[in-house]
């Protein structure tokens, strides 16, 4: 496994208790980072310096003490990761405004204000890594194909997750533009089909739609992220970085 220069860094996951959070975190700590990682449930720590935090992570109140105590245990927060997130299958037509709400909740204002907590201490230190979790389906309108086969609608739609993840896409670029003055980059990495317990049902037909032929595999998605938050990548801002075995190309 290729060590990143991530020694002694203090990298904040949020989601941290899921696929891609896990993944991300054994990832970094690997590489010498300290990991705090928060998520609804109180995460599982992996080896090395870990804190670990249960929190909504659409509350700003909770949000805001899961940063201060991220601080009072570290010192320090040089790298923010947003992976919290919950997905949404159907039709566009079968979509509640319940469940818009929630999905939004989660996976947009979610990482807004995680993003938004971490900005004045990165700022007063002069230097700080946000990597938020984007997905190709907030480039791609969505990966079935009704047209065909109406059914994959059904089994793979999923246009509330889609739209929140094109916001957070959006999110990144703004606050790229904002804080780059400050030694802080700001980078989304946006996965396609992750193999997962939630992909389970993904429709093989789409499967052979991936012109590398599988799914991803969490780890594939760890290291495009660690690698974003080394010194190495301090001059790219502003990137929504594919990780999708060219499922989708821009």
Partial sequence: MTRFGLDGLVALITGGGGMIGQAVARRMAAGGARMALADMAEPGPVEGDCRTYAADLADITQVREVIA????????????????????????ESITPEEWDRV?????????????????????????????????????????????????????????????????HALTLYLAKELAAHGITVNAVAPGPIASPMTTSFPEALVRQIPAGRMGQPDEVASAVAWLCTPEAAFVTGEIIDVNGGLWMD
Avoid at 76 to 91: E, F, H, K, N, P
Avoid at 120 to 133: L, T
Wanted: glycine share 14%; net charge positive.
């Fill in 104 to 168: 939004h909740a989660i996976n947009l204002r979610g990482v807004f204000l995680a993003n938004q907590a971490v900005i004045a201490p990165m700022r007063a230190q002069s230097s700080g890594r946000i990597v938020n979790i984007g997905s190709v389906l907030a480039k791609n309108g969505g990966n079935p194909r009704p047209w065909i086969d109406p059914g994959e609608q059904e089994r793979a739609g999923n246009a509330a997750y889609g739209t929140a993840k094109a916001g957070v």
């Fill in 69 to 92: 105590r991220t601080l009072a245990d570290f010192g320090r927060i040089d790298c923010l990761v947003t992976a919290a997130g919950v997905t949404s299958l159907g039709s566009f």
